[in-house]
């Protein structure tokens, strides 16, 4: 007989470690088809050390061949579902269009970058999502501190100088602090620019940074950030957003060249064109991570509304933490339907967070401890080299060599900014 197929949408956390748990357990049984439109997982947390020039950009990508032995690798992007048919169809990298049957459908698409109905920011913001983003901020970041060394006019230098981030998460908070440590080394070289230091401005709605977190965690993070001469503009974010700055929710006017938009994300679009039920935009799913009413599709990441059984009424959050041991328990949960093992709940408590703020600077709070300064970054590194699934040997590497080497301050010119425009992902997703 045929061996069962099990097809997974997306290899992001939650869609990597499904394939992983599932070529474990089924030992050769099953047919693990992994469909994503690269050959790699991207392990988000890095990426401000690649904007940063301190992490070589392919240590944060984890081959899915090499590292998913067994599993058949489609490079695609799934826009359509048949669940009559049980069968989905995906748009491959030159266009060119394919259709795959399934037994079991993992639905991992993961999330995108979420958009405000705010002037301009289209135009003139950037994202932080993927390699392309965080190697164009890099390039960007060191080409305004050499054309402020051009510029003649004060206001445009000062300009130059001026970095804006939206949004003070963990993603806004680490590429501020890992890009105010990359301006500064690089302006440090240009003595025309002694007298207009790099000046970063980090906003939010909210009333303290990392919203959510402990305040202890917060407050530490505020601390370091401010040490850095670093401007927190809590309960503001921008109005307008221009060639030339942003108009900000108190009416001032911050001329800037630079808008990093950190904001936050949303489910992806193959989400809400999937014609299944949906809660908050997330795909709804029971406590064993299964669709209702169709029983053989499983949904798992930043598209699943998973109940919180410790939280009642809420679903998890949108975190790597629960996309990881969500993709491990469907993997169970999908062995179990095959007779291998039995079915369990989604159960799952924080075991804290880190927070990379660069060089020596880290806060984290491990099994609800709270922590910085060196204690903090020692666990944050491990926790990141244990979270990685390959690349740590050369990934710690580059962690000693930048510690002892000054930050690259040269721009490789690999990513044009056309290329990475701020937009959502937006996929015309046919249902059956």
């Excluded at 069968?87 to 459908?105: H, K, S």
């Amino acid at each position: 007989m045929a061996k069962p197929r099990i097809v997974i949408a997306g290899a992001g956390f939650a869609g990597y470690q499904t394939a992983r748990q599932l070529l474990r357990r089924s030992r050769g049984a099953a047919e693990v088809v992994l469909v994503n439109p690269t050959d790699y997982f991207l392990y988000l947390p890095l990426l401000p050390e690649v904007a940063g020039g301190t992490l070589n950009p392919w240590h944060a990508c984890v081959p899915l061949q090499d590292t998913l032995p067994g599993a058949r690798v489609v490079l695609g992007e799934v826009d359509g579902l048949d669940l009559a048919a049980k069968a989905v169809m995906y748009t491959g990298p030159e266009g060119e269009r394919g259709t795959l049957g399934f037994d079991r459908l993992v639905l991992a698409a993961g999330s995108v970058t979420k958009l405000l109905p705010i002037p301009g920011i289209a135009d003139h913001a950037h994202g932080f999502r993927g390699i392309a983003e965080a190697l164009y901020l890099h390039d960007h970041l060191i080409s305004q501190i050499e054309l402020a060394d051009a510029a003649d006019d004060p206001a445009e230098r000062a300009a130059r100088m001026t970095f804006v981030v939206v949004g003070a998460g963990y993603t806004g908070t680490e590429v501020t602090a890992q890009g105010q440590l990359l301006t500064a080394a690089v302006a440090a070289r240009h003595p025309r620019l002694r007298d207009t230091p790099p000046r970063w401005l980090l906003l939010d709605t909210a009333d303290q940074v990392l919203p959510g977190m402990h305040p202890r965690m917060a407050e530490g993070a505020a601390k370091v950030l401010r040490s850095r001469d670093i401007t927190i503009g809590l309960g503001t974010s921008i109005r307008e957003a221009t060639a030339d700055g942003v108009r900000l929710t108190d009416g001032r006017f911050v001329p800037s060249r630079t808008l990093v938009w950190c904001v936050g994300v949303r489910p992806d679009p193959l989400v809400e064109g999937a014609g299944l039920p949906t809660r908050n935009g997330r795909v709804e799913v029971d406590t064993h991570l299964s669709v209702p009413g169709h029983p053989d599709v499983y949904a798992c990441g930043d598209g699943a509304a998973v109940p919180d059984l410790y939280h009642q009424g809420a679903d998890t959050p949108m975190t790597a933490q629960h996309a990881v041991r969500q993709g491990r328990l469907v993997a169970h949960n999908i062995a179990a339907s095959y007779g291998i093992g039995t079915r369990r709940r989604y159960r799952h408590r924080d075991l804290g967070f880190v927070v990379d703020l660069g060089g020596r600077d880290a806060v984290a709070n491990p099994v609800r401890v709270p922590m910085r300064g060196l204690l903090a970054k020692a666990v944050t590194c491990g926790y990141h080299l244990s979270a990685l699934p390959a690349n740590r040997l050369g990934t710690a590497a580059d962690w000693l060599l930048s510690a002892a080497s000054p930050r690259p301050g040269v721009q490789l010119g690999l990513v044009p900014g056309p290329l990475v425009p701020l937009e959502t992902k937006e996929v015309a997703v046919g249902v059956r």
